[in-house]
């Protein structure tokens, strides 16, 4: 049985950083790629940011509205998904969801979070 548990949403400003962890309980293997999407308020859910999965190799891949400013990456050992951010804007408000195999996988529950100007 998967489980994605998300960690480290929050209230921040304009520019400010945060770093949001994703807890992953089951085996995944190397066809299993590891994403963030997120869900602003009104919107359709959108791709944020995806890397090979535990222990794998293959290419790093972002939306262009985070690249250059957000980070993804992963604890092989302690099987977690990490996504940091930095210089944020309002329009990063949103509902950060964990993701396993894509659109049709596995999905955490999401994390909050709130950018004010």
């Known amino acids: 049985q998967m489980q994605l548990v998300e960690n480290g949403g929050g209230s921040v400003q304009t520019g400010g950083s945060l770093k949001l962890s994703c807890a992953v309980t089951?085996?995944?293997?190397?066809?299993?790629?590891l994403g963030w999407y997120r869900q602003a308020p009104g919107k359709e859910r959108e791709f944020v940011a995806a890397l090979p999965g535990f222990w794998c190799s293959g290419a790093t891949v972002y939306a262009d509205s985070v690249r250059d400013r957000f980070t993804i990456s992963r604890a092989h050992a302690e099987n977690i998904l990490y996504l940091q951010m930095t210089i944020l804007k309002p329009a990063d408000t949103a509902i950060y969801y964990c993701?396993?195999?894509?659109?049709?996988?596995?999905w955490g529950r999401g994390t909050k979070v709130t950018v004010s100007s």
């Open positions: 089951g085996r995944t293997t190397c066809t299993d790629r």
């Open positions: 993701n396993i195999k894509g659109q049709s996988g596995y």
